[in-house]
Nanobody
Framework: QVHLVESGGGLVQAGGSLGLSCSASGQDLGSYTVGWFRQAPGKEREFVAA????????DYADSVKGRLTISRDNAWITVTLRIDSLKPEDTAVYYC??????????????????WGQGTQVTVSS
């Protein structure tokens, strides 16, 4: 069992930046591909970014490419999602997810076994 914890959400003005972190309680994420998803009010949860368990590949949704950066520390303790040039439409609950399966890319919700509780990001105009 992997217990994921997100942090770093909050209220930000449009045009600003925010960093979200994902970690696993009591263990590292070295064996897991980690993805970030978001769910805006009234919308489906959507994929935004993922980093392969090896760290060798990164994938971004086309809708956010260029404004998001996913990274992980060398010890695979934390996976960070940085969002730049925030827009009101980025307002959502952001979830990190992890899975040990080696398939790639991994953009669909059902491809991730473990999920965090989510962290709210609100962008004011």
């Amino acid at each position: 069992q992997v217990h994921l914890v997100e942090s770093g959400g909050g209220l930000v003005q449009a045009g600003g930046s925010l960093g979200l972190s994902c970690s696993a309680s009591g263990q590292d994420l070295g064996s897991y591909t980690v993805g970030w998803f978001r769910q805006a009010p009234g919308k489906e949860r959507e994929f935004v970014a993922a980093v392969l368990w090896t760290g060798g590949s990164i994938d971004y949704a086309d809708s956010v490419k260029g404004r998001l950066t996913i990274s992980r520390d060398n010890a695979w303790i934390t996976v960070t999602l940085r969002i730049d040039s925030l827009k009101p439409e980025d307002t959502a609950v952001y979830y990190c997810a992890a899975d040990s399966d080696r398939t790639w890319p991994k953009r669909r919700r059902f491809e991730y076994r473990y999920w965090g509780q989510g962290t709210q990001v609100t962008v004011s105009s």
